[in-house]
């Protein structure tokens, strides 16, 4: 019988399609779709009979259905499946009592061998197929053209999703059977474990596979792939497949990341574990570069890998390090995160062995080097995996300085996502500090520096003892010359006067303590005499016996010399045990412990310094952190805000300077932000730890109120929109309004500051739920205006701010018709206010001005009939100081001048009394402008609506009727009910203007009485020299000239020359705000004044320059003054000393630079001015600011048509100076492809100025950046073209140069005058001043009309200050100027809103 043909596994199923010579297996016949159920039913019936070698008769059948997969049935496909399935698991069932069988046979082992071939050949087959169709099908559903995919997939992949696991099993439990002995050989057939193991990592190609709902697939490919692990030698094909797969699928990471875990722990092959990452490592650093995809599968693997097994990560960390210096920033990445997660769980805590902790610091050094890595992604990494360090404890004391450092380093990284790691590497700093839950340097620096001072006074009685101990042979041969000198002289004859007195005692003990005193006392001629004696008197005794010494005096020395070392054999043998050994036994035990004190007293001193560093490094975070809540990045802004959260728990002093500076962001329009705000604050002060809620509210209550403290108006209104914010979400409990309540109404008992911060917290609260104040306005009232609580009048001050809370919308929207909330003339309030405001108006208080104007605002605000109320104050304050001044004539002879006084030969009074009369008048005017223009204003409106609404309802039905019969005009009746509402809005407007400018200053007015003391006052400051009294006067000076353009066109002269001339900064400041009110309210007027408002920027004084630059701020972002020729003033403000200064100035440019266009259409403008030799702008200074400028000027059509314009300005340019200046401007420009073809088409304007070499050097730097920011070949050329004619230009210049300097005549441009170096900033304007500069300038109109006549250009005036001027009484007495100098009319400018006040 012919021996049955052998099955060989195919590499593709058509080979077996294909003879392959005597005694191979070869597919007989591909059966058709249609006859494969018959032959499936046959293969059926055969296996119930035959078992699994039924498979060697009909192996077609079933390769068949294979062959025809995609055309045949579904029915046909899980049939064979099926089938398959319970063929194989027969098949292993049956097997192992086959492989114990001894006596097999040759025949049936082949037969078996062939069976088992076959049947896992078509069972993975089919799985393969199975697979393929589902990762089709699972493609498709993805695809959104396609219908019904759901069901689809169902119907093909249902049985297979299920089937899929219990197959897995089947032939992990194939693989678990010692299979080799079908083989007759050691190993199983290479070929075979590739089948069985194909199936598995096909099925870990499909995308889906990493979905949590195939974890028990994952779970049984891996036991599979272990199986064949460990009884199929499958470990280099492994490690070949799994490399393989890592580089073409990132999905597969994760899974093989867990899968190699397992199989080291479980499995016991860890061997896998280091041929895998000896595999990686050995791939080439800049292939992986190139290759992104692959890196990122092989990265994810590792740093998986090392979080599960990182023991093992470390054993191999070796052959990982070379792509520390890589290329791809994820490889070093991942092996730095695998670093840290062995750091973290592997070499963590204090019993390391010397090695582990040798790689522990060896890894840590690694990980800091990388924290200064050149990609930011690998910074923010390695930021991040400090973080998990510190957060797991595992970072060494000793590394913590260091670590830190870095840390606030990197908080000044240019990028955003290493800052905001750097941050919060900062707090897990805090959070996990070892050293104390206080971080306050001041606290730390007294313990420091008293433990230090316990530590020197500890080394310095340690010292004595610590000395080098000399011992006794050391003593002896120091002793020797000496001893031998004297021993010399016994054997000399004495000399006259010498006696022996010396005799030896009568034991030896005696002689040898008596020799030995001697020894001590340095008595050494006795003590060898005696010794000398003793040895003839004790001969042949210890320890007068020895060695037979033919010369005496060696025998003495040494015998000598055993008594004084201690060597003698019998000197200690015979002593008792005495006190000398336990003393020294004590004296040992105590300088032990002395130095246990020592060391312990050391670390102490180690660890309060390493406590006081790291507070210090944290305070220098703080400072740097605190900048960043207004950076643009909102995660950034979130970190910071979140990190002075953290620092505020730990107790350190800087940290209350960021939660303030945090306020303002409360207003910020990313929604993210402002809820980081608020999270803040809720942590700070809604959460606090104590137990009952009363403690809870004491605990908020003091919180907030130390914010107040020294708080500036923006940080209370801040806080204010934060509490009624949670007031309206009820986060803050009623026990706090209780409280508050009891503070202010000391029944609880409180200071005074208390009081007004709790006022002030309750009118906080109020804007989120007025009922607060409405329902205990009484309280306030009698409680806030008591003449207890005036004492003081900051308590009443703040009463007033709390209830202007319960005033209306004072802007009310036009459909609004409920009048607005005001209370009656006879209400208690304001005869309460009127009382106050009079009693204290003759006290010398200086808060009696602040709460004057609050009373009086709020007299406007809520009273009905404010007016008369004001009239009455009015008039009872001025007939006080009416009386004041009577009694003052009365007693005019008897008193004597008073420094405090003021004179006008009439009378006197005192400074404070004309001092509070002014204010007041100043307050009431403006407040009555305001309540006309707004209030009164709006209620003529609102009855108006009304009425007209009433109207309209009467006419509807007449209106209907009309309808039917005229729909032609229906569209001209509404025009002119529109018209007429147009006009009945102006008729208002002008019944108010005429008010303001006829009726409130005339003669019947109660202000007329007034307004010529306060002109008396503005027009001789010398006479009424009080500095306080003069801003006063100047401030009400401006509020007068808010209420009348008549009034304010005939005074503007006197305001602005106070404003220039005045010696006092308050004076100054307080006109430079009033004139920007005027400048809204009166724009035509104030505009030929602009110059003089532009001049103030350079003010000696910093506090009016601070307030001219936020005043100008607001008008030019307003569109309310010009800016073209000016703005370059607002510029200079950039190289400010003042920091706060500076601020502004760039602030401003911020605000402008969102305005469209702003600052690149002024930019030449500023240039042109600041580059001028006469502007006072040094060189270095003129840098700053154009690199702050230029910052602005983003978009590519910007830069071009700048790069144009500067050019274009070489030609204009007069001065070396300037042509430095444009050149530094072109540098500070990026410029690209087009800009550069500007530069070439403009180079005529440039090339002669190119012989300068700092000129030249600017655009040597343009060019470098144009190369660094990516050349293209069509204009690499053009570069290089424009590089060879600068520098050919630069060396005819150098040339030239040296001919002139030879005595040629050729002109060379006029250098600019420097100015001195010491001078950083440009240098105030002359205090020399002359009348005539204060001329108005003319109107737009006339300088018109003057420019096209031509004549040659004036000089321009310059203004100076009078503030150093030796004025006579007659200048000091009157400050007007000439009455020809009178403003002329001008031409008026369009302003939004004539009659609407600031």
């Not at 190139?290 to 093992?312: D, M, N, Y």
């Not at 400090?386 to 830190?404: D, N, Y």
């Not at 945090?662 to 705000?677: D, F, H, R, T």
């Not at 300037?1218 to 050149?1223: E, G, H, K, P, T």
Request: proline share 5%; charged share 25%.
């Amino acid at each position: 019988m012919a021996a049955a043909p052998e099955f060989h596994l195919p590499l593709t199923p058509a080979d077996l399609l294909r003879d392959g010579g005597p005694g191979r297996y070869v597919v007989r016949e591909v059966l058709l779709a249609r006859e494969l159920p018959p032959a499936l039913a046959a293969f059926r019936t055969a296996f119930r009979s035959r078992g699994a070698l039924a498979v060697l008769q009909h192996f077609d059948c079933v390769y068949s259905v294979l062959h025809h997969f995609r055309s045949v049935g579904t029915a046909v496909k899980e049939d064979a499946l099926e089938l398959m399935m319970h063929v194989v698991s027969h098949h292993s069932n049956e097997l192992p009592a086959i492989l114990s069988d001894s006596g097999l046979s040759h025949a049936d082992r082949a037969a078996h061998l062939n069976a088992l071939k076959m049947n896992c050949y078509l069972l993975t087959g089919l799985m393969d197929a199975f697979e393929m169709e589902t990762c089709k099908n699972s493609c498709s559903e993805a695809d959104p053209g396609r219908k019904n995919r759901k069901n689809h997939a169902k119907s093909s992949g249902s049985l297979w999703e299920e089937e899929r696991e219990p197959l897995l099993r089947l032939l992990t439990q194939l693989l678990q059977l010692d299979l080799r002995q079908l083989w007759g050989s050691l190993a199983v057939e290479e070929e075979f474990v590739s089948l069985m193991t194909g199936s598995c990592y096909r099925i870990l190609e499909n995308p889906s596979i990493s979905l949590q709902r195939y974890r028990v697939t994952r779970e049984a490919v891996t036991h599979l792939l272990a199986a064949a692990l460990v009884h199929c030698d499958h470990m280099l094909s492994a490690t070949l497949k799994i490399t393989q797969m890592l580089q073409h699928f990132e999905h597969v990471a994760p899974v093989f990341a867990q899968a190699v875990s397992l199989w080291a722990k479980e499995y016991g092959l860890k061997s896998l574990v280091g041929e895998l990452l000896r595999e990686i490592g050995q791939k080439c650093p800049q292939d992986l570069a190139r290759e992104a995809s692959g890196v990122k599968g092989f990265a994810t693997f590792i740093s998986e890998l090392a979080e599960q097994i990182p023991a093992l990560v470390l054993a191999n960390m070796s052959v990982l390090l070379p792509h520390l210096d890589g290329e791809s920033y994820m490889m070093r990445n991942a092996i730095l995160a695998a670093m840290a997660e062995v750091l973290v769980q592997v070499l963590n805590g204090d019993q390391l062995e010397k090695a582990a902790r040798g790689t522990r610091d060896q890894f840590l050094d690694m990980l800091q080097a990388h924290v200064c890595d050149v990609h930011s992604f690998v910074r923010s990494r390695v930021l991040q995996l400090f973080t998990r360090i510190v957060q797991h404890k595992a970072l060494p004391l000793t590394q913590f300085q260091s670590v830190v450092s870095l840390a606030v380093g990197r908080l000044k990284d240019k990028s955003v996502i290493v800052v905001k790691n750097a941050i919060q590497l900062l707090a897990a700093f805090l959070s996990n500090n070892p050293f104390s839950s206080k971080l306050s340097c001041t606290d730390l620096d007294k313990p420091l520096k008293k433990e230090m001072q316990k530590l020197k006074e500890m080394r310095d009685r340690s010292r004595p003892t610590a000395a080098p101990v000399i011992t006794p042979e050391e003593e002896w041969e120091a002793m020797l010359p000496e001893i031998r000198a004297a021993t010399q002289q016994l054997f000399q004859p004495l000399q006259k006067g010498e006696e022996e007195v010396l005799e030896v005692e009568e034991t030896v003990e005696r002689t040898v303590e008596q020799i030995t005193g001697l020894l001590k006392k340095l008595n050494y001629k006795s003590a060898a005499h005696l010794t000398q004696k003793a040895l003839c008197r004790f001969q042949g005794k210890e320890p007068f016996i020895g060695p037979r010494e033919e010369n005496e005096e060696a025998t003495i020395l040494d015998v000598l010399k055993r008594l004084y070392t201690g060597s003698c054999p019998g000197e200690n043998s015979e002593d008792p045990p005495g006190d000398n050994s336990s003393d020294k036994i004590e004296e040992v035990v105590q300088e032990e412990q002395a130095q246990t004190e020592l060391v312990k007293q050391e670390m102490l001193v180690q660890y309060l310094q390493d406590a006081y560093n790291f507070s210090v490094k944290i305070t220098e975070a703080l400072n740097l952190i605190s900048k960043m809540m207004y950076e643009n990045s909102v995660s950034v802004v979130q970190e910071a805000i979140e990190f002075f959260v953290t620092v505020s728990k730990f107790g350190v002093p800087q940290a209350l300077l960021g939660v303030r500076r945090m306020l303002p962001l409360i207003w910020s329009k990313e929604p993210g932000i402002k809820e980081a705000v608020l999270n803040a604050y809720r942590q700070l002060y809604l959460s606090p730890s104590e137990d009952s809620e009363r403690a809870k509210a004491q605990a908020l209550v003091h919180s907030l109120s130390l914010i107040m403290v020294d708080a500036s108006l923006g940080t209370i209104q801040c806080l204010e929109e934060i509490i009624s914010e949670f007031v309206q979400k009820d986060e803050i409990k009623p026990a706090v309004t209780q409280l508050l309540w009891e503070r202010f109404t000391e029944k609880s008992p409180s200071s005074p500051l208390e009081r007004r911060a709790a006022v002030m917290l309750l009118g906080m609260m109020a804007r989120g739920k007025p009922e607060i104040i409405g329902s205990n306005l009484d309280i306030l009232v009698t409680m806030g205006l008591s003449e207890k609580a005036c004492e003081d009048y900051r308590l009443p001050q703040e009463v007033c701010n709390v209830i202007s809370k319960l005033a209306s919308n004072p802007k009310p929207a036009l459909e609004k018709k409920s009048a607005p909330f005001r209370l009656p003339q006879n209400h208690m309030l304001f005869g309460c206010l009127s009382e106050t405001v009079s009693k204290g108006f003759a006290q010398p208080s200086s808060h009696w001005i602040p709460f004057m104007e609050s009373a009086v605002t709020l007299i406007y605000q809520l009273a009905e009939g404010p007016e008369e109320i004001c009239a009455d104050i009015l008039h009872a304050c001025s007939q006080q100081a009416l009386e004041k001044l009577q009694e003052a004539d009365e007693q005019k002879a008897d008193a004597g001048d008073s420094p405090r006084r003021v004179s006008d030969g009439a009378g006197s009074l005192s400074t404070f009394l004309l001092l509070h009369l002014v204010s007041l008048v100043g307050q009431v005017a403006l407040q009555q402008v305001a309540y006309l223009e707004v209030s009164v204003s709006a209620e003529l409106r609102r009855r108006r609506m009304l009425k007209e609404e009433k109207t309209k309802k009467k006419s509807d039905t007449s209106t209907r009727k009309q309808r039917a019969r005229s729909t032609g005009n229906e569209t001209t009746m509404e025009e002119e009910l529109g018209l007429v509402g147009a006009t009945a809005d102006d008729t208002e407007a002008e019944l108010i203007r005429s008010i303001c400018e006829t009726e409130l200053l005339d003669g019947k007015h109660l202000f007329s009485a007034f307004v010529p003391l306060v002109l008396k006052i503005c027009n001789n400051p010398g006479l009424y020299s009080d500095s306080a009294l003069s801003a006063a006067a100047a401030l009400t000076l401006g509020k007068l000239c808010m209420v009348s353009s008549g009034f304010c066109d005939s005074h503007l002269r006197l305001l602005f020359t106070m404003m220039e001339k005045s010696a006092l900064p308050g004076v100054r400041s307080n006109l430079i705000i009033a004139a920007g009110d005027l400048a809204i309210r009166f724009p035509n007027l104030v505009e030929p004044w602009t110059s003089h408002l532009y001049a103030r920027l350079r003010d000696p004084c910093p506090s009016v320059r601070r307030t001219a630059g936020l005043v100008m701020t607001h008008l030019i972002l307003k569109d309310m003054v010009k800016v073209k020729g000016q703005v370059s003033e607002m510029a200079t403000l950039l190289i400010d000393p003042e920091e706060e200064i500076m601020g502004v100035a760039q602030n401003f440019f911020a605000e402008l630079a969102n305005k469209g266009n702003a600052v690149y259409n002024l930019l030449p403008d500023i240039i042109s001015h600041l580059s001028d030799p006469n502007s006072g702008i040094e060189e270095e200074s003129f840098h700053t600011i154009m690199r702050h400028l230029f910052s602005y000027i983003t978009k590519d059509k910007q830069t071009e048509s700048l790069v144009e314009k500067l050019c274009q300005r070489f030609r204009t340019a007069r001065t070396e100076r300037q042509y430095r200046d444009l050149s530094h401007c072109l540098a500070l420009l990026p410029v690209s492809d087009r800009g550069l073809h500007k530069l070439q088409d403009n180079y005529e304007c440039f090339a002669d100025k190119l012989q300068d070499p700092a000129v030249y050097n600017c655009f040597q730097t343009v060019l470098a950046r144009f190369r660094r920011a990516g050349v293209k070949p069509e204009t690499k050329a053009l570069a290089e073209e424009l590089e060879q004619k600068l520098s050919a230009s630069h060396n005819r210049g150098l040339d030239s140069t040296e001919i002139c300097q030879d005595g040629s005549q050729t002109p060379m441009p006029v250098p600019a005058k420097r100015k001195p170096i010491g001078s950083s900033r440009r240098q105030p304007l002359s205090p020399a001043n002359k009348d005539d500069d204060f001329v108005t300038p003319p109107s737009r109109t006339l300088r018109n009309h003057k420019r096209t006549q031509k004549r040659p250009p004036r000089k321009k005036n310059i203004i100076t200050f009078s503030s150093d001027e030796e004025n006579n009484s007659e200048d000091e007495l009157s400050a007007e100027l000439r009455e020809e100098e009178t403003p002329t009319k001008t031409t008026p400018i369009t302003r939004s809103s004539a009659r609407r006040p600031r």
